[in-house]
């Protein structure tokens, strides 16, 4: 199974991520915790990334292409999928890893995008811990409009390439990976 995970901050990403790769027995592969490994190893990818984190600018697509190609598509030919949470993270990003899957028959099979409302978001994540500066109201509101702002082309093209699958992701947990589970499984099948 190799998929691709969109979800705004609170909609429980890594969380379904993580079931979604453990009950398809492929590695989930979270540009996050990549950047920061390549960040700590100071590999020379890791220290291009730390000029740029460190004047608290965006990480360039090309470099966020060129670190996690290996990773997917070593991903896709020692297990025979991928969970990526996080990348994609912008339509040239996308249609970059849309080329790597067509030149190495890797392609993503599904893109599970996780929706709720933004009440439902704002108060998941104002609940996450009291005493983040990170996790107000009002900094959730700005998170979720950035996020919006950089993720509907992104909604847009993976529903113009027939395998965008949306989930209400404002139920419990156990739920949502329910229904996540039953559309994967049908795309697998």
């Known amino acids: 199974m190799r998929v691709i995970m969109l979800a705004p901050p609170g909609a429980g990403k890594g969380t379904q991520s993580e079931r979604i790769a453990a009950r398809y027995g492929v590695p989930h592969i979270s540009s996050g915790d990549t950047f920061r490994q390549e960040m700590a190893g100071q590999t020379p990818l890791g220290a291009?990334?730390?000029?740029?984190?460190?004047?608290g600018d965006l990480i360039?697509?090309?470099?966020v292409v060129r670190m996690m190609r290996d990773r997917i598509v070593a991903a896709a030919r020692d297990s025979g999928g991928y969970v990526l949470d996080g990348?994609?993270?912008t339509l040239p990003q996308a249609e970059a890893a849309a080329e790597i899957g067509r030149e190495t028959h890797t392609s993503a099979q599904a893109v599970v995008y996780l929706d709720a409302s933004q009440d439902v978001l704002i108060a998941r994540i104002a609940g996450r811990g009291e005493d983040r500066a990170d996790d107000s109201a009002a900094v959730a509101r700005h998170r979720l409009a950035v996020y919006a702002e950089h993720t509907q082309p992104l909604v847009d093209y993976y529903t113009g390439r027939?395998?965008?699958?949306?989930?209400?992701?404002?139920?419990?947990?156990?739920?949502?990976?329910?229904?996540?589970?039953?559309?994967l499984d049908r795309v697998n099948g």
Do not use: C, H, N, W
Request: charged share 25%.
């Open 162 to 183: 027939g395998i965008l699958i949306k989930i209400d992701a404002g139920s419990p947990v156990e739920a949502v990976s329910e229904e996540i589970f039953a559309a």
């Open 60 to 63: 360039p697509d090309d470099l």
């Open 48 to 55: 291009q990334m730390r000029g740029y984190v460190d004047a």
């Open 87 to 89: 990348f994609p993270r």
